[in-house]
């Protein structure tokens, strides 16, 4: 159903806000006034953000968190980018798997279980939509997801 990925963004990514400062870092959240809608169910969406940024949050040490949303050509776009530990190459080919945390020791020392991408990933294709990874280790991940806007018909 028509939902605004621009107001789910907001709610949800405020509830990190309190966790992310206490850890000392920043916390920027920019979602634009007019985002096209999307076709999507607005709990799973707030799965997705959740995960996506209590990733951010967990894995970064210092620095801070941006949440963005864009609408880009026919897509509405969710970024979440931190300054954090970041990913190597061969586990950003792996961290989609069930299960699979990182050989990293900070990954180790905060815990986990390894099944809040894949959710994502699996929820991202149920919605159509595309998801995207840029990271580099010790400077921080980058996670686009994309979504088809629908047409507005106001
Ligand atoms: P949980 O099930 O509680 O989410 P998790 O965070 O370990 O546990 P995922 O969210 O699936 O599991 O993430 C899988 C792995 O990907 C993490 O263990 C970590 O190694 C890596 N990872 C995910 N997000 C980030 C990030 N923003 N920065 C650095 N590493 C990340
Ligand atoms: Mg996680």
């Not at 609408?71 to 931190?82: H, I, K, N, T, Y």
Request: hydrophobic fraction near 35%; proline fraction near 6%; charge should be negative.
């Amino acid at each position: 159903s028509p939902t605004s990925l621009a107001s789910v963004v907001k709610q949800v990514a405020e509830t990190f806000r309190v966790q992310a400062e206490q850890k000392g870092l920043s916390f920027t959240v920019n979602v634009p006034e007019e985002v096209p809608l999307i076709n999507a169910d607005p709990d799973r969406l707030t799965q997705i953000i959740a995960n996506l940024v209590s990733n951010a949050v967990k894995y970064t040490k210092e620095g801070g968190v941006t949440v963005s949303v864009s609408a880009v050509g026919d897509q509405v776009e969710l970024e979440v980018a931190d300054t954090g530990i970041g990913i190597s190459p061969a586990d950003q080919k792996r961290i989609f798997e069930k299960f699979y945390r990182a050989e990293h020791p900070y990954v180790r020392e905060v815990g986990g279980t390894g099944l809040g991408l894949p959710i994502v990933k699996t929820m991202v294709e149920e919605h159509g939509g595309d998801l995207q990874l840029e990271s580099q280790p010790g400077r921080g991940s980058r996670f686009i997801v994309s979504f088809p806007a629908l047409k507005d018909e106001s």
